[in-house]
């Protein structure tokens, strides 16, 4: 039943517009994520389809959000989803997370196919 329930959930979240799925996540991470239920719906949410599902359209700035929020939040999940949050998501990528040699954490803009930069008149 609860795999049943969590699966319902995780598919209302995501098929929010990206600004109700960013409130939706921000609200969440506020929270105590006390229960483990409310703990794996949320991973779940930010890791289906590696991150791509919950990323799909969110702009650079709801991005900095989430990921700074997810950031600070880091240690109310396992191990293991502590490691796929911080290390190799895919979410810090499609989004323009760039690391460089010593320094933090840095966004950098960059235009999708799917939304391609606007063309500048000359």
Not at 44 to 50: A, I, Q, S, Y
Request: charged share 30%; hydrophobic share 35%; aromatic share 8%.
């Amino acid at each position: 039943m609860y795999a049943v329930n969590k699966t319902n959930i995780v598919n209302e979240i995501l098929t929010r517009k990206p600004k109700k799925r960013v409130d939706w996540v921000q609200k969440r991470l506020r929270e105590e994520l006390t229960s483990p239920a409310n703990r794996d719906v949320l991973y779940e949410v930010l890791t289906r389809k590696d991150g791509r599902a919950f990323a799909l359209d969110i702009s650079g700035s709801d991005a900095m959000r989430v990921h700074a929020a997810i950031t600070s939040a880091l240690g109310s999940f396992t191990l293991r989803q502590q490691r796929q949050l911080s290390e190799s998501y895919v979410f810090r990528q499609c989004q323009g997370f760039r690391k460089k040699a010593g320094s933090e954490d840095i966004f950098v803009n960059t235009p999708s196919p799917a939304r391609p930069a606007p063309k500048r008149s000359q």
